[in-house]
């Protein structure tokens, strides 16, 4: 599978959007603080700059996971366990208008993000985005088919019998 899953485009949406929530709400507490609305300015400078910093990040794991980079996952999951329990605390004290969506768009994302087909992908099915194939040029000038050069160890024949040791020498 060389081509991007459903799985992980809605993966990456809702974790892109996530990440722009998280900036949209530093930009706000930060244009607070700067107008002077801010009931306690240190607090509302370290909320700001946590928020940018998590929202940026998360938009970072978007992307690499538009690009297939297994790392990309680990975090995405982490702000998803993260943000279950946000969701059941905005839940109890009555904000139902805030628990909904970000319950619902956590357990969607963890669902996507550890999916069967996500994992397959992000793990074996596809070049990593870095490899621009240098290695299956490399063996095809040799006369070998990338296949076949990667399956067979070195000293046995692709049948898996061992070559033969003497023998006239070109």
């Known amino acids: 599978m060389s081509k991007r899953l459903n799985t992980v485009h809605g993966a990456a949406a809702l974790v892109a959007a996530e990440g722009l929530t998280a900036i949209g709400f530093g930009l706000f507490t930060g244009y607070e603080t700067v107008i ?3 009931v306690d300015p240190a607090t509302a400078i370290a909320v700001t700059v946590i928020a940018l910093g998590a929202g940026a990040g998360m938009l970072g794991c978007a992307r ?3 690009r297939g980079d297994g ?10 366990l993260f943000a279950l329990p946000v969701a059941w605390s ?3 004290s009555g904000q139902y208008w805030l628990a909904v969506p970000l319950g619902l768009v956590a357990v969607a994302a963890l669902v996507l993000l550890l999916s069967p087909p996500t994992t397959a992908w992000l793990v074996h099915d596809h070049q990593p985005s ?5 290695r299956g040029a490399a063996d095809e000038s040799a006369g070998r088919p990338r296949e076949k050069a990667a399956a067979a ?5 692709p049948s898996g019998k061992k070559k033969p040791q003497g023998g006239k020498k070109l």
């Open 90 to 92: 905005l839940w109890q």
């Open 153 to 157: 160890p070195r000293g046995r024949a």
């Open 130 to 134: 870095g490899d621009s194939g240098e």
């Open 64 to 66: 690499g996971l538009l």
């Open 36 to 38: 002077g609305a801010a």
């Open 71 to 80: 790392w990309s996952r680990s975090p995405g999951v982490l702000v998803q």
